[in-house]
C-alpha cells in the first residue's frame, strides 16, 4: 500500500520559530518516507485548504528546509480564521474532506494558538463524522504563551528575549540621558489578555532598583493614582522610571485603554498605542520628559534574537508531533512539560486536544508581585530558563539571510470551486 | 614633570557604540602614563564638569573597561546642554579653567555630535583667550549620521543594522499575514532632519519587489496623494506594503507631521508618532488593516545587533583622538575616510573643529530615487558596507552582559559652587 500524504499549516499571529517547528515537522516526515508520502502545507493556514491551494513542500530542497529553523514568520503563509461547528457548516468540513480525499492527505497537523487547536480537534471529530479515516494532530504556538497543559509555548521564550533585552539596553539609555533630557520610557507589549509577555521584561532586571521599575500588567485594572504614585517614587528614588506595559491595559469599566477614543490629527481615531498614553498622561501630571516605544511586529518576528530553549523546543513539538502520528494517536497535541526549574529539564508529553482548545492561561495570581506592578520570584524561577541560549541566524551582507521557499502550488484535483 | 591629567565625557543622545570610543580614550590613555594621568570622565557631560562632578576613571579596572566597547549607552551619563559664546558668558569658561586648573586637566576629549564639537571647538579657543594651554579633541558620535567631513558617524551603522534587520524581520511578519489580517506595515524611524537611517532600512530589500517598499524621507515633502497612490499600487502589485519613515516627515508648510495636533484620550496633546499617524490615513483612505512600530530608544542602544565595523570605527575614533592629543594636536577630530566601497577599506584623518561643529549633512539629493519614494544605487553602494559584520556581546541567563562602572566621584578641590 502506497504510503498516505500529510498536510501541514500555520495559523494565527506568528512567531520568530513556528517555521523551527514546520522544519521539525518536514525534517522528520521525510525520515519516514515508507509511511509518509508528500507533505502539503496549506497557503494560508486553512482558509485556503478549502480552496484547494495546496503547496507542494516535496519541491523544496533539504537546505532550504533547514534554513527553515532560523526563519522566522510563516514560511507557507498564515491566516486568522476560525472553523465553524461540525453541526452547523458541514458543507466546509465536507469540502476539506473531498480536498483531504482527492490528495490522500492521511494526516494533518495544525501549528497554532488556542483557536488553532480548536480547528485541528474538530478536523479529528470530522474524520470520524464524515467516515474519513485519518489522523489530525496540534501543535503548539503562540508569544502570549496562554495555551493551558503545555508549561510554555514555542515562540514565547524568543519574543520575551527579545523584550527583555530591548528594555535592558533602552534603560541604560534613558539612566545616561535622565539628568538633562528624558527620564521616563515606557515600552509597550503585545498580550490583549495575559501577561506573560510583560512579566517577562522584568528580566532585564538583575539587581534591585533595576528597570523595569514598573509592570502594567492587563491582568490588574489600571488605577491613575496609584499608578502616578508609584512613577513618583521611582523617579525620586532613582532618578529615572522604566514601565513595560501590556497593549491590553484596562480600565476599572473593563475597557481597553487604548480603545479609549483618541483621534489623530486626520481626525480619525487612533488605533492601539498605549505607551504614548500613559507617557503623556505622566508629562502632563509629573511634568518630565518622556520617550516611549511601540516595538509591535518586531517582537514576534526578532529571529536574530531567538531563545535558543525556543528553537529547540519548537523544533521539539514539530517532530514529536509526526511522531504522534506514525505511533497512530490523534486528537493530540505534542505540550512541554517542565521537569526541573534549576538546571531546566524538559520533555514533551501528549496533551488531548480537548484539553486545549479555547482555553486561555492567564498569569496566576501567584506570579504577580502583592502592588500589582511587579512578578514574584516564583514567576521568575519559571521565566528565567525560556531565554536562555541564543540561536544566531547565518548572516550575510550584514542581514540575517533567511529563506523564502519557492511555494510551488500542487496541481488541484477537484473541478468544483468552494466559496469560503 | 608629572603627567598631565585629562577629562573625557560624553554628549547628546547616546548609541549602542559610544563606550566603545570611551574605551578607546581609556585603554589608549593608559598605555602612556608617562604623558597622561589620570582621565576623569565628566558627569553627565560637560554641564556637570562645571559643578566639578568628575569621576576618576582610574579606579575602574582593565576588565570593566574592556566591557566597555560591547556596553551600549554612555557609561558616564550623556547631557543635551550646549556652552554659549566664550564673549557672552566668560563666567562659565572662567569655572571651567577652574575646575581644569584644578586637577590638572591638559587634555579634554568630547564625545558628540555637531553641538558636542561646537563644544569641543569652543574649548580649545577658551585655553588661549584665557591663558590656559590645553588640547581640546572632539570625537564624533550620533546615529543620525549627519556629521560633516567624516565619511561616517560612528552609532550609525549599528542602527542601520537594527534598523534593516527589524524591517526584514517584520516583513516577513507582513507577507505571511497579509491575506486575512494586515497587510501594511509601518516603522517610525529616529532622524529629524537627515534622513540617513530611514535610508538604510531599504538595505533589507535584497531583491526587486522585497519590503520595504516605500521610504518616506525628512529630505523629501509629504504629498498625502501621491503617497496614497503609492501604497495602492504597492499592494495591487504584491498584496502587502511595508514602509519605513522619518520622525521628521514635514507638510508643504514646513511643519513636521507629528506635531500637527493630534490629542489623546486625556485630552493631551499627543508626542510624536507619526507611524500611528500614517496607517490612520491609509486605513481611511484605503481601507486596510495595518500594523506600526516605534521602536524609539530600541535602534540607539539595541548593542545585541552592532555593526562589527561600526564597533571598529567607533573604538578608532577614541584611540586616534589620544593619538592625536599626544601629537600635539588641538581643535581636531578624527574623522573616517573611505579609501574603497567594496572591499570597503576606511583609515581615520584629522578634521577641524571649525569645518565640523553645528554643520547638518543632509541624505544627498543623488542618493534619493526619482520619484522620492527609495533610494538609488549610489546610495546602496555607501550604505551597504557600514552594517557589515556581527559584534555580538557575552550573554549570561539568556541577556547580554553589560557593565555598570562604579563611576566614584573625583574628591572636589574647588571651595567655590557654581550655578549652571
New interface residues.
Given amino acids: 500500500m502506497a504510503p498516505t500524504n500529510a498536510l501541514y499549516a ?1 495559523s494565527g ?2 512567531t ?1 520559530v513556528i517555521n523551527a517547528s514546520a522544519c521539525g515537522v518536514l525534517q522528520t516526515a521525510r525520515r519516514h518516507p515508507d509511511k509518509i508520502g508528500k507533505v502539503y502545507a496549506g497557503r ?2 486553512i ?2 485548504v478549502l480552496a484547494e491551494d495546496l503547496i507542494d513542500t516535496s519541491l523544496e530542497s533539504d537546505a532550504d528546509i533547514a534554513a527553515l529553523e532560523h ?5 507557507f ?5 476560525k472553523l465553524g461547528s461540525i453541526l452547523e457548516h458541514r458543507a466546509q468540513y465536507e469540502r476539506m474532506i473531498d480536498v483531504f480525499r482527492a490528495h490522500d492527505i492521511g494526516f494533518f497537523f495544525y501549528n497554532g494558538g488556542g483557536d488553532s487547536q480548536d480547528t485541528a480537534h474538530k478536523i479529528s471529530q470530522m474524520g470520524a463524522a464524515l467516515d474519513y479515516p485519518m489522523v489530525s494532530i496540534g501543535i503548539p504556538k503562540t508569544i502570549d504563551n496562554d495555551l493551558p497543559v503545555t508549561d510554555c509555548s514555542p515562540g514565547f521564550g524568543s519574543a520575551a ?1 527579545y523584550l ?3 528594555l ?3 534603560a ?6 535622565s ?3 528624558s527620564k521616563v ?1 515606557a515600552l509597550e507589549v503585545m498580550g490583549r489578555h495575559a501577561g506573560w509577555m510583560t512579566a517577562a521584561c522584568a ?2 532586571a538583575e539587581r534591585e532598583g533595576d528597570a523595569p521599575h514598573i509592570l502594567l500588567l492587563p491582568e490588574v485594572v489600571f488605577d491613575e493614582g496609584r499608578f502616578l504614585a508609584k512613577v513618583t517614587e521611582v523617579l525620586e528614588r532613582h532618578g529615572y522610571c522604566v514601565i513595560a506595559l501590556s497593549e491590553g491595559l484596562k480600565q476599572a469599566n473593563g475597557e481597553f ?1 487604548a480603545a ?7 481626525g ?6 498605549v505607551a ?2 500613559i ?3 505622566i ?2 501630571k509629573i511634568g518630565c520628559k ?9 517582537q ?6 531567538a ?1 535558543e530553549t525556543d528553537v529547540r523546543q519548537a523544533y521539539a513539538v514539530g517532530r514529536a508531533a509526526v511522531e504522534f502520528a506514525l505511533a497512530g494517536r490523534s486528537a493530540v497535541m505534542p505540550a512541554i512539560r517542565r521537569l526541573s526549574d534549576a538546571p531546566y529539564r524538559w520533555d514533551i508529553v501528549e496533551a488531548p486536544l480537548s484539553e486545549v482548545a479555547n482555553q486561555e492561561k492567564l498569569l496566576p495570581l501567584e506570579f504577580i508581585s502583592a502592588d500589582g506592578f511587579g512578578i514574584t520570584e516564583a514567576a521568575r524561577r519559571y521565566l ?1 530558563p525560556l ?4 540561536s ?1 541566524p547565518p ?1 550575510k ?4 539571510d ?1 529563506v523564502k521557499l519557492q511555494n510551488a502550488a500542487a496541481p488541484k484535483r477537484l473541478t468544483r470551486a468552494f466559496a469560503v
Fill in positions: 500555520q499571529g506568528v520568530s494560508n493556514g482558509v485556503r526563519t522566522p514568520s510563516a514560511t503563509g498564515s491566516c486568522r480564521y528575549k527583555a533585552t530591548s535592558r539596553e533602552a541604560f539609555d534613558v539612566a545616561a540621558m539628568r538633562t533630557s520610557f528580566l532585564a485603554l479609549s477614543g483618541s483621534e489623530d490629527a486626520f480619525h481615531k487612533q488605533l492601539g498605542g504614548p498614553l507617557t503623556s498622561l508629562s502632563a518622556c520617550h516611549w516605544a511601540v516595538p509591535d511586529l518586531l514576534r518576528s526578532a529571529r536574530h534574537i531563545s528565567a531565554i536562555v541560549g541564543e544566531y548572516f551582507n550584514g542581514l540575517p533567511y
